[in-house]
């Protein structure tokens, strides 16, 4: 089992940024990739950004290509998703999720543990 723990939403203006974390706990050695997804109520899961953990390879949505980028810092079992030049749009719930079996993947089936989310709210 892995768990995690999202923590560092909030609420902020468009144009503004920041950055989430991802805490890691149990059997993170198992891991192969880490990944961000983001939810609105009544819309389906939507991928966000994936981290290989074997190659350090990034995958990104087009919808944050160039403003979010995914990091990690290894000592701290710690992901990261830092968020630039963040719209309206960008307002959901997100959450971090790891996979075991799967690197560079954008669908939510293919990551084993979640975490509990943390909700970001842009206002225009």
């Known amino acids: 089992q892995v768990q995690l723990a999202e923590s560092g939403g909030g609420s902020v203006q468009a144009g503004s940024s920041l950055r989430i974390s991802c805490a890691a706990s149990g059997r993170t050695w198992s891991t192969s990739a880490v990944g961000w997804f983001r939810q609105v109520v009544g819309k389906e899961r939507e991928f966000v950004a994936t981290e290989s953990l074997l190659t350090g390879d990034t995958l990104y949505a087009d919808s944050v290509e160039g403003r979010f980028t995914i990091s990690r810092d290894n000592a701290k079992n710690t992901v990261y998703l830092q968020m630039n030049s963040l719209k309206p749009e960008d307002t959901a719930v997100y959450y971090c999720?790891?996979?075991?079996?799967?690197?560079?993947?954008?669908?939510?089936?293919?990551?084993?543990?979640w975490g509990r989310g943390t909700p970001v709210t842009v206002s225009s």
């Open positions: 999720a790891s996979s075991s079996t799967t690197i560079g993947s954008m669908r939510p089936t293919n990551y084993d543990f």
